[in-house]
T-cell receptor
Framework: DAKTTQPPSMDCAEGRAANLPCNHSTISGNEYVYWYRQIHSQGPQYIIHGLKNNETNEMASLIITEDRKSSTLILPHATLRDTAVYYCILLMDTGRRALTFGSGTRLQVQP | SAVISQKPSRDICQRGTSLTIQCQVDSQVTMMFWYRQQPGQSLTLIATANQGSEATYESGFVIDKFPISRPNLTFSTLTVSNMSPEDSSIYLC????????????FGPGTRLLVL
């Protein structure tokens, strides 16, 4: 799986949108972009994933650039409970199923 | 979704001893994974455990140190053998969702401290 690059940390004000970027310039055509987060003292939690179209669910939105070399996870109205480490992970649709975690972005939502 | 429990949730062990961690899933799943998270670090895959076959270990992890059992589709164990303080970590199991490849679900983790 190709590597991803994320900023090590970000702050966001409570109630505002949190926009978390991820670069994956060497992504291949059959690799999906997945986002997971890990709240302190818990196991990682799936958020959203996409291939090339933008995706939205009850937790977040995922914006993937047209060239698929980068993406942004958007939490539309961040709350204190969204404070966590967010991981952007690439995963092929076939073959290896295990997740390769990078360093992630530590998001601190400020009151 | 899949609900995963792990036992024990935490333990303090003496060096040279072994600890077996249990992972129980509330539904039948094909693929289970074991990860290690060292203090302040990200998760690292130890091995993939499929029912009916030997576990597949990642580089740097060996069966003698981390033997894994997968007796059925809802249960797995990871043993940390001959422990040293460097084994102090959080150990997490995960499974693929019942729908297949789309999501993985993680257990709460087992916090291990080796003295």
């Amino acid at each position: 799986d190709a590597k991803t690059t994320q900023p090590p940390s970000m702050d966001c004000a409570e109630g505002r949108a949190a926009n978390l970027p991820c670069n994956h310039s060497t992504i291949s055509g059959n690799e999906y972009v997945y986002w997971y987060r890990q709240i302190h003292s818990q196991g990682p939690q799936y958020i959203i994933h996409g291939l090339k179209n933008n995706e939205t669910n009850e937790m977040a939105s995922l914006i993937i650039t047209e060239d698929r070399k980068s993406s942004t996870l958007i939490l539309p109205h961040a709350t204190l409970r969204d404070t966590a480490v967010y991981y952007c992970i690439l995963l092929m649709d076939t073959g290896r199923r295990a997740l390769t975690f990078g360093s992630g972005t530590r998001l601190q939502v400020q009151p | 979704s899949a609900v995963i429990s792990q036992k024990p949730s935490r333990d303090i062990c003496q060096r040279g001893t072994s600890l077996t961690i249990q992972c129980q899933v509330d539904s039948q799943v094909t693929m289970m994974f074991w990860y290690r998270q060292q203090p302040g670090q990200s998760l690292t895959l130890i091995a993939t455990a499929n029912q009916g076959s030997e576990a597949t270990y990642e580089s740097g992890f060996v069966i003698d140190k981390f033997p894994i059992s997968r007796p059925n589709l809802t249960f797995s164990t990871l043993t940390v053998s001959n422990m040293s303080p460097e084994d102090s970590s959080i150990y997490l199991c995960s499974v693929e969702g019942p729908g297949g490849k789309e999501t993985q679900y993680f257990g709460p983790g087992t916090r291990l401290l080796v003295l």
